[in-house]
């Protein structure tokens, strides 16, 4: 299995060759998602869901019963999250929604509309990035201010009456 991701991330790995870390112990997590309600018939997109929370939530999510929309760059690192959760048997889908480009949120958005037909329960906007040089997106923004803050704005409002319609059907929707 091939493991992308930080710098630190990287080095650790090539320091440890092939093996795999241990997995991490939890002493809280496992009883806590005991507790949650089953999630069967519901809808949950999260954007940048290849590593870290993003992946847990997905997994979480999934192994509650929703189906999993992950909104991420197209890559490798994305193939392998969705092929992840496909393997635990996990109802999820690939959306590409690159958060730098303001025609592919609209593309995304217009996906989704496609694939939750039945509305989206919980819209959970986690992507982020830092720490990159002051360069403008193709729409003349701050890359982190678009790709934070601003593109998620513009995806909520494109999957808002995905959210009024889960509403609608099922009582509630949410926007995290």
Not at 111 to 126: K, P, Q, S
Request: net charge neutral; glycine share 8%.
């Amino acid at each position: 299995r091939r493991v992308h991701g930080t710098l630190s991330e990287c080095l650790f790995f090539f320091a440890m060759g092939n093996q795999q870390p241990e997995p991490v112990k939890t002493h809280y997590f496992t009883g806590f998602v005991k507790q949650l309600p089953p999630m069967t018939g519901k809808t949950v997109a999260i954007t940048g869901c290849t590593s870290g929370i993003g992946l847990v939530l997905a997994q979480t999510c999934g192994h509650l019963g929703a189906r999993v929309i992950m909104l991420n760059r197209p890559s490798s690192r994305a193939d392998a999250a969705l092929q992840s959760l496909l393997d635990e048997k996990i109802d999820a889908v690939f959306v590409s929604c690159d958060l730098q480009s303001f025609t592919a949120v609209r593309a995304a958005g217009q996906r989704l509309r496609e694939v939750a037909h039945d509305g989206l329960d919980v819209l959970c906007n986690n992507a982020g990035i830092m720490g990159l040089p002051d360069v403008a997106t193709a729409d003349g923004f701050d890359v982190q201010m678009q790709s934070n803050h601003l593109s998620h704005f513009l995806l909520t409002a494109e999957a808002w009456p995905l959210l009024e319609r889960a509403a609608q059907l099922r009582g509630a929707a949410r926007v995290v």
